[in-house]
């Protein structure tokens, strides 16, 4: 059964009027950051890193869980903010594969691949509350980290040696 000319144009015309749902878009953003290839399920816990919540004014989109070249992913853009290395470096903890898009004016000014640090500052709380990162000394807390053969990833505490290996999330500082 053969489709007649007119009856394809048609629903063309039609696909058109009411957009075709495999055809769904972001709006691109004018200036900010762009973090794709997020580890699925991982994009909310993107924004508690760079601290984008019920206060921050600019547009956020988030996509989740969305099918890829290189497999399921999540995706975050950013109107106005560009990421700071320990921005850069906590999110790389958590999604080791991500990717991070600068745009101004609308292009990609730079792409980078985020890499795992060998050592990280300031970013998490240890889980020792005898530490004395965690006391009033001022002193920021320091972990050395390690990738594992399994691409799991384990902190050890640089003063008190204690090891977090997985839902170091709720440390961010």
Known sequence: M???????????????????KNDLRIKAIENG??????????ALNVLRIISVGENFKNTVSIVMNAGGARGDKDVVKIEGKELTE?????????????????IRNF?????KQVAIPQCVHGILKCVNPNCISNSKEPIDSRFIVKECKNGAIHL???????????NFIKNII
Do not use: F, W
Not at 6 to 18: A, P, Q, V
Not at 156 to 166: G, P
């Open 2 to 20: 053969s489709s007649t000319p007119e009856k394809n144009e048609k629903s063309t015309i039609r696909s058109k009027k009411l957009g075709d």
């Open 33 to 42: 950051t762009v973090i794709d290839h997020i580890t699925p399920g991982q």
């Open 86 to 102: 320990k921005e850069v470096a906590a999110i790389s903890l958590l999604s080791p594969k991500a990717t991070v898009n600068i």
């Open 107 to 111: 292009e990609v000014i730079e792409k």
């Open 156 to 166: 050890r505490c640089a003063y008190c040696e204690s090891v977090m290996t997985e």
